[in-house]
């Protein structure tokens, strides 16, 4: 069963900056979209970015201008480069990696930005 792996979570004061990553414990072949979202204490869970496997990315409009998705398809990875946190991006992020069969979730990793 493949599981995503998610690194990179943590504490940052606002202004500051994290860097996610999310890789698979097996190889997922035919990814079309990987994307990250996230789930903010008591609201629902939403898209923060997301790239094709041509390299279209979509941003969610909170966050455009600060967070930047990138992936290695060599290596089935995707991150998310999270600049001039705000304390409103704390949430859990979620890793999504979708292909023509399956949608697989990582287990989430809490970013929490303090004012």
């Known amino acids: 069963q493949v599981q995503l792996v998610e690194s990179g979570g943590g504490l940052v004061q606002s202004g500051g900056s994290l860097r996610l990553s999310c890789a698979p414990s097996?190889?997922?072949?035919?990814?079309?979209?990987m994307a990250w979202y996230r789930q903010p204490p008591g609201k629902e869970r939403e898209l923060v970015a997301a790239?094709?496997?041509?390299?279209?990315?979509n941003y969610a409009d909170s966050v455009k201008g600060r967070f930047t998705i990138s992936r290695d398809n060599a290596k089935n990875t995707v991150y998310l480069q999270m600049n001039s946190l705000k304390p409103e991006d704390t949430a859990v992020y979620y890793c999504?990696?979708?292909?023509?069969?399956?949608?697989?979730w990582g287990q989430g990793t809490q970013v929490t930005v303090s004012s």
């Open positions: 999504n990696v979708r292909n023509r069969i399956q949608t697989y």
């Open positions: 097996k190889i997922i072949f035919n990814i079309n979209t």
């Open positions: 790239i094709t496997t041509g390299a279209s990315t």
